[in-house]
């Protein structure tokens, strides 16, 4: 999800990150004395009936994390798309992603006429998120939520409800001992990078075990990722995205993740795709600094769907095109 900040902000992330690389004191007594740990191991016991001796003890041991702040400062979405493109439609992504596809293709159409989700996006996601399992992250998902949740102003709001979340969640809704979970820099789980509350509200346990587990149960997985798109409105059988040509006249616009007029109403302003669409349907214009120049694309609910699960346009459209690509090569 991309970070834009603000210089203000910026210059005091910077000071933050100097002193929590370079001081080791003063980084050790961040980690033992975290601001606001009592109201938030209080409000966790309240809502929950935990034990606030074992929130507080599992809040003692994370680590405050100069390196996920400063992964989080260097998001891959502020590349142009020239840049970002080829981060994730690469032939070893793609020829992985139809070797999946083959080899799971009896659970991923099941799961996907459940849900009502082309299977090939549901690949996708896997590939683009954690490369089909094989990079599911190497920090401590406290750690993270404890750095961001304390110690990252442009977004500590939203990082500590994750971490009350996580500290919420039931332990057959984990891959393991809370303690124990690792992922990405921003406290995301599993093969679909999934946040606590991702867990909390979509999380299916599709193998009937008893349990949510998003790291080693294929079923899970793809059921929770199908579940996600499904619950934020997927359109089975609609469009995600169509490219678009601009003639010389035509009008700029700003895109919006939620689509903004009706696709006729595009073309009037001179843009024009290569194939017969809706001329009512609902679309939004995209236009992406490309390897040869501008590109334009119609977007439409669907794309919105996967901007839900990273806000990012570029994250959306990488995810269409590696399943795209997928899909074409598994036929």
């Known amino acids: ?6 210089p203000r902000l910026r210059r005091a992330l910077c000071r933050t990150l100097l002193l929590l690389s ?11 004395v975290l601001p606001g740990q009592a109201a938030l191991v209080a409000e966790v016991a309240r809502d929950t009936g935990k034990d606030p001796q074992a929130l507080d003890a599992l809040l003692d041991a994370a680590q405050v994390q100069p390196a996920i702040l400063a992964a989080i400062s260097r998001p891959a979405e502020s590349k142009p798309w020239s840049a970002y493109r080829p981060i994730f439609l690469t032939s070893a992504r793609i020829d992985d992603g139809i070797a999946f596809y083959r080899e799971h ?18 690949v996708a996601i896997l590939g683009v998120e954690t490369f089909y399992g094989r990079v599911t992250g190497k920090y401590k998902v406290l750690d993270a939520l404890v750095t961001l949740g304390f110690y990252y102003p442009p977004r500590e709001k939203y990082f500590r409800q994750q971490l009350k979340t996580l500290l919420e969640l039931p332990a057959d809704h984990l891959a393991g001992p ?31 075990d008893g349990r949510i587990d998003l790291m080693h149960s294929l079923p899970d997985i793809l059921a929770s990722v199908a579940n996600y798109f499904a ?15 601009a003639d010389g ?3 700029a616009l700003t895109w919006q993740a939620q689509p903004q007029w009706p696709l006729e109403q595009l073309e009037a302003w001179g843009y024009a795709a290569g194939e017969a669409l809706d001329p009512g349907a609902p679309t939004s214009l995209l236009t992406l600094d490309g390897a040869t120049g ?7 609910d669907n794309f919105q769907v996967i901007t839900r699960y990273n806000r990012s346009p570029m994250y ?15 036929q």
């Not at 991923?108 to 009502?116: A, D, F, I, Q, T």
């Open 1 to 6: 999800m991309p970070v834009i900040l603000a």
């Open 22 to 32: 370079l001081c080791t004191p003063f980084a050790a007594a961040l980690a033992a």
């Open 105 to 122: 293709r009896d659970l991923l159409e099941r799961v996907g006429r459940e849900y009502g989700v082309a299977p090939q996006y549901l």
């Open 178 to 208: 809370l303690d124990s979970l690792t992922g990405s820099y921003a406290g995301a789980q599993g093969w679909g990078q999934f946040m606590p509350d991702s867990i909390r509200d979509y999380g299916v346990d599709e193998d009937g």
């Open 231 to 245: 619950g934020h409105g997927w359109v089975s059988g609609g469009q995600v995205a169509v490219r678009a040509q």
């Open 249 to 251: 006249a035509a009008k």
């Open 294 to 300: 501008p590109e334009h694309w119609f977007t439409f």
């Open 316 to 330: 959306a459209l990488a995810v269409m095109q590696l399943a795209q690509a997928i899909a074409d090569g598994v």
